[in-house]
């Protein structure tokens, strides 16, 4: 895994992706894919940014196959639908991206379904997309789920007596709990694929500390966090670097199913992709499968 970089990374023509998020690691890693020849869906909530990054995309690869679907996370009827309008109009799928999140808004906020928002949105929306697209991951050619975690994960505990936050909000201990979530489902559905014979590797990535709209999008540009992202840009690695985890996890030969990769320098926030620390909790198999249990019952998805 030396220093490897997207010169490194293989062909994807013939192979058809959906990725999660319009804008920073999204657009990057969508953008990429797209460049080796993959079929890509960019998935996002907001249609003008989406059509944009589409755009943006067809002119840096004109030869690309890419295109926009409405899908918002923070609604699991969008998601339902996204799922249907997939299976209408294709049998299989090769690649899922899980990356779209929103981080640490300073009040507490719910999605369309009454869960807390970074929850619902970072962790259980991906939780129930990943579900209505598993029959069509299970008829692609050497599938993959990728779930994108984060550095906080390290400090994040699931808080099952307050899921949603609902009896004290702390926006990034919140945060912090959906990122974690979502590494525990990484490994999980990993531990399931295997079990059931479906097929379906799952690999978990984080891109360190990386330069996209995260900070100025949710807590917003005049916060704490905001004011430290615009001054101190110069710490936060472009997202094209920030997404090389994501990338290697999707299609480098050498991503082990089950894995968990980030940036290899100074603590993880900056890099080149290398196997990333494992937080003990995200290690749980009690917690994970309880964790399985509750987003089966709080989205209404069931793997099957």
């Not at 690691?25 to 996002?44: K, S």
């Not at 912090?176 to 531990?191: I, N, P, T, V």
């Not at 994501?246 to 603590?267: H, I, M, N, Q, V």
Request: hydrophobic share 45%; aromatic share 6%; glycine share 10%.
């Amino acid at each position: 895994m030396a220093k490897w970089s997207l010169a490194d990374m293989p062909s994807q023509k013939g192979r058809s992706a959906v990725v999660t998020g319009a804008g920073g690691l999204g657009y990057e890693t969508a953008l990429a894919l797209a460049r080796a020849g993959g079929a890509v869906v960019v998935a996002g909530r907001d249609v003008r940014k989406g059509e944009a990054a589409v755009a943006r995309i067809r002119r840096e690869a004109p030869s690309s196959d890419v295109r926009f679907e409405l899908l918002d996370l923070a609604d699991l009827r969008s998601v339902f639908a996204f799922g249907e309008r997939m299976r209408a109009r294709t049998d299989s799928l090769d690649l899922l991206v899980n990356n779209a999140g929103v981080m640490t808004p300073p009040r507490r906020m719910e999605t369309v379904d009454r869960l807390e928002l970074q929850l619902g949105t970072n962790y259980l929306g991906h939780f129930a997309l990943t579900g209505r697209l598993a029959p069509l991951l299970q008829k692609g050619r050497k599938p993959r789920v990728v779930t994108l975690s984060s550095v906080a994960a390290r400090n994040g505990a699931i808080d099952f007596g307050d899921l949603n936050a609902e009896k004290g909000y702390q926006p990034m201990t919140a945060y912090s709990q959906s990122k974690l979530a979502c590494l525990m489902f990484a490994f999980e559905l990993q531990r399931r694929s295997e079990a059931a014979g479906m097929g379906i590797a799952s690999i978990a990535a984080h891109p360190g500390i990386s330069r996209t709209d995260l900070l100025h999008n949710a807590p917003g540009r005049l916060s704490v966090a905001g004011v430290l992202r615009s001054a101190l840009w110069f710490l936060f690695q472009p997202p094209a670097q920030g997404a090389l985890p994501t990338l290697f996890a999707a299609t480098a030969p050498e991503a082990k199913p089950g894995g968990y990769y980030g940036p290899d320098r100074l603590g993880e926030t900056r890099g080149h992709p290398a196997p990333a620390r494992i937080p003990p909790q995200a290690l749980d198999l009690d917690a994970a499968t309880r964790l399985w249990r509750y987003s089966k019952a709080l989205t209404g998805v069931d793997f099957g």
